[in-house]
Structures are given as structure tokens and as C-alpha cells.
């Protein structure tokens, strides 16, 4: 058995990543009844919204699900209140120190998963009790740590430290990227662009069709002073990137940074002046599908590259 | 059978990837011994030195094994003539259009590989006729592309367009790491750091101690305005960080790399004001051992592993 179905009561070893303005109830309901583990990004969402979201989701599903919470977030405690409340039992934290939450969290009977991005992390997020860990590579899209390790260079490096189940999040998209990243040591996957580009992402359609459009190189991960982002380079990146030849200070980029960018650009569409967040794989990335057709593509992959991995005996000359 | 064993008489789909000051015929003729393809990493080499270590290597293994020619390298047309004279049989060319030298060369009967990090190179390279390609990902050590891209996302986007074998490079290290670049899509994998750290490796000492010593995050993608290269953070790369936030122009970092870096760096030792190039695994690799031991723990690790990977029909709940 995989630690991960076990930790979630689910069928495959998938977790969908938790993204503002992308995942709300329809797109982790309809995860969860594909066998995976949807998740509600609650970063993007009022207290009252949240609330709702859980309830339209356990509606939706009598699968399990789970809600990320941004440990950075000004309602943190009123997120964290209400996750009790609705009986929520998975929660995935990230961007802060899982200490404060963990062991609260847990007398709940909620398990806690962390996010992380190094060694260092991971090793804080054990000391916290955390029943398991998303380790995210460089590759991968929205927030992330400023060390750009890769995922095929941090998992393996995370497997040798933590005994606990290891979610790897990055790149992955395929079900050849999965089968790669359960052999580096993960347990499961965690997938977010991806599901982007499905009928049940709540991304307003430009972005999802700019997802499905975009080439190689058409992401980077900058805004390392304020918070290391990974996004598509429109003309809102570019403005950053400008500021920087200028030798923009903290302040600067804040102030052009300003409120609500990544709502404008995920949720309203504005390609433009709007922040769109999303990995290095939107490069592979070419069809708005189903929640479940992805799944199954994604599954069906995984089986078939497997039996195709080749034994080295069998290749001795 | 592997296209890539077939295609270099080789035992293991395993490549050592030529690195300057770091792979003359001790580490190249090792490889090939050990089952591999050596490469002799002619970057840091005069044109007679190059003859020297050739005739070497042939003395030293009857085993296959291989030379890498930077394109950009000023001596370049003296190396391609020394290589022919010489019989060697198998050419890396790397950093510059793969066009120039492929047709007169496998004309030669010499089989051509070029080294690239995106999709417009590896279709430039198909339009050359090369006979393979190495796909090296972001976090490889030396001379890199500027567009980032990780080994997991490159690889599955250079599969999907091209048919001929793929060596994957960038962030392997072990045979999980091996086993994932080969569940990825990747015929076989280029190996540059770990060898690094072995007895058979022509780097100096210190050098060899300093990969085995450093820690996550210790290394990065610079210089990306002159020939972009990951290197280890030093005083020398600290130097360029500073220059760079006084806005320093194209020519101030040309005149701050000045010449002779990577020799004093990696060859002499010197590992404050020399060029450390290596990769993000370097965090990875703890001990320096033979070339026959680093080929055996890595492709023991890939059989194990292999075994290991879970199909997901056993999981079912």
C-alpha cells in the first residue's frame, strides 16, 4: 500500500495543488471524484467564501478533500477557525512556519501536510509533526523558495532526510513526469497547472486558453525580495523586470505590485496587467479537458511507462 | 535494446559528461572501463594536449569513449582535425549551431551528439543530423541555456518532438535520479558532477573536497548576459552579484572573468577567486570514491528502485 492513499483514503496517488483563483469547490470536488485529492485554495477567498466553498464541496463529493491555507494570510486564524468548524480533515499549509498550526490543527483529527522548498524546511516541518510534506521544485508555478532547487535534484535529497510520506510538486503534468517523480522517492504527486487548463478550473477562460498557448521560456520566477513567484512574462512582468534595471527598491516593487493583481489576471483575464501563475510545464500543456479525462490520461501514462522502464540486465552487450 | 548502448558499444546508458579541467583520459578512460562512455572534455585543452590525451585514453581502455568540442572554442578547427586524425569516434559538440561541423564529420564515420537545453536547439539539431542529443536541464553545472528549464520539463518536451536518442543531463546523480530520467522519456542520462568527486577526475583536491562539502542552495546560474554557467557560490561569484547590482555593463563582467578562472578555480584550487562549475547535486555528493564504485552504487540503485515503483493498480482502495 502507498503511505499517500492510506494518509487520504483516496484511489491514486494525486493531490491537486491548491491555487489562488484556480481551485475552488469545482475543480477539488470533481478531483476527488476521480480518485484524487482535491483541494480548495483558500489564499484567494474571504472567511465567508471559504466557508461556503467547503459546503458546496461536500456536497459535491463524499470523497475526501482538503483546503490549503497560505500561513502568511491575514485571516489566517479566522481560515483556521472555520476549517475546524466544517469538519474539514486535510489541510495543506504553506509559506510560514508550520509550528504555530500543526499540533492544533491535529487535536482536531485534521491531518497537516506542509509545503516546502529545502532541506532546512523540511526538517522544521518534521519538528512540527507534520504527517506529511509536498517538497515543490523550482519548476513549479506561483509561490516558491528562492534556493530554485529543481525537483529532480530536491526529492531524492528530501527522501535521504524525512521518514514521513513526500508529495513531490513541479513539472509534473504526465503521467511520465509522475512515474519520474516516484523515482526519486516520492509517494505521490501533487498537480497544479494542469488542472488549469480543465473545464472545472474557476481561472477565467483567456488564461486557461493562454496556459494551453504558451510556449518553452514563457515563465520565471521573480519578486524574490517580497515573495519568489513563478509567472508568465506579459507586460505586468515586464514592468518587473524594468523596475529591477532600475534598481528598484523593496517599496518599488510593491507599490507596482500593488492589490489584486493575480485576481485581474486569473480570474478576470487580463493577460496584461494581470499576474498569471503558472509552472514551466504550461510549455506541454495543449487542451482544456475534463478534471477526469486528465486523470485518466495521466494514470493510463504512468502504467504504460512503467512496464517500458528498462532493466540494465537486459541491456548488457 | 537501448538505442543509446547500441549506438556507442556500451554496456550502461551512461555518459560522462565532459567538463573542463575536470575529464582527461584518466577520468574518461575510467568510464568507458567501468561500462559507461567517457568523455574527454576538450574545452580546456591546446590542441597538443588534446593529441596527448586521446592517444592516453586509447592506451588506457579498449572500450569506447568520446570527445567534447565546444563550438565557440577558438582553436576549434585544429581540434576537429586532431579528432579525425585520431580515429576518435564519438563527438559532443555543445554551445554554438550544431550545423557547422556534423555533416563533415560523421563523413569521417564519427557519430555526432550536440548538447542542448530547449526545444529550438533540438530541432536545430535534427535539421543538422545528429545522431542523438544530451537535454540538459537548468540545474546542471557549466555552461547552460538561459531559459531555466529543469530536466523534468525538458525531457518530456524533447520526446515529444524528436526520435532520435535522448541523454538526459542536469540534476543526476544517483540511480533514482537515473531512473527518472529514463521513466521521463530519456534513452540514457550524461553524468558530469558526481564524477567530479572521484579519484580518477583531474580536478584539484580542494575542488573535489568543496562538492563534497556544499549544501543545497550553494550554487547558481550566472553570467547569463556573456555564456551562462552554474557555478558555486564563492568570492568570485559574489564579486559578479555585487557588479551586477551597480548595473555593470556586458564588457565590466568580461573584464571581471577575465581569463584563466575555471583553471585557477578547479584546476589549481583556488576556491575563492576561481570559476567553480558544478551542478545543484553537488549537495548530494558526500564521498570522493573510484569511477567503478560511483557506475556500481548508481546502476545497483537504478535496479533496485526500479523494482520498487508501484503500479497503480495495486493500490486500489
Known sequence: ?????????????????????????????????????????????????????????????????????????????????????????????????????????????IKVVHVIANKKFALKSIEAGVDAIVAEGFEAGGHNGVEEITTMCLIPMIKDIVNI??????????????????????????????????????????????????????????????????LMKNKFYYQIQDAYAKNASKDDLRLLLGRGRAKKGMFEGDLEEGELEVGQVSAMINKIISVEEIIKEITEEYELERKNIVSLKDLGL
Open 1 to 109: 500500500m502507498n503511505r499517500i492513499n492510506e494518509l487520504f483514503g483516496i484511489k491514486y496517488p494525486i493531490i491537486q495543488g491548491g491555487m489562488i483563483w484556480c481551485s475552488g469547490w469545482e475543480l477539488a470536488s470533481a478531483v476527488s471524484n476521480a480518485g484524487g485529492l482535491g483541494i480548495i485554495g483558500s489564499g484567494s477567498m474571504y472567511p465567508d467564501v471559504l466557508r461556503l466553498q467547503i459546503r458546496k464541496c461536500k456536497q459535491m463529493t463524499d470523497k475526501p478533500f482538503g483546503v490549503n491555507i497560505p500561513l502568511l494570510y491575514p485571516d489566517i486564524e479566522e481560515h483556521v477557525k472555520i476549517i475546524i468548524e466544517e469538519g474539514v480533515k486535510f489541510i495543506f499549509t504553506s509559506a510560514g512556519n508550520p509550528k504555530k498550526y500543526t499540533s492544533r490543527l491535529q487535536k482536531h483529527g
Open 165 to 230: 510520506p513526500i508529495i513531490a510538486a513541479g513539472g509534473i503534468s504526465s503521467g511520465r513526469a509522475m512515474l519520474a517523480a516516484i523515482a526519486l522517492g516520492a509517494d505521490a504527486v501533487q498537480i497544479g497547472s494542469r488542472f488549469i487548463a480543465s473545464n472545472e478550473c474557476s481561472a477565467h477562460i483567456n488564461f486557461k486558453n493562454k496556459v494551453v498557448n504558451s510556449d518553452e521560456g514563457e515563465t520565471d520566477l521573480t519578486l524574490k525580495e517580497l515573495t519568489a513567484v513563478r
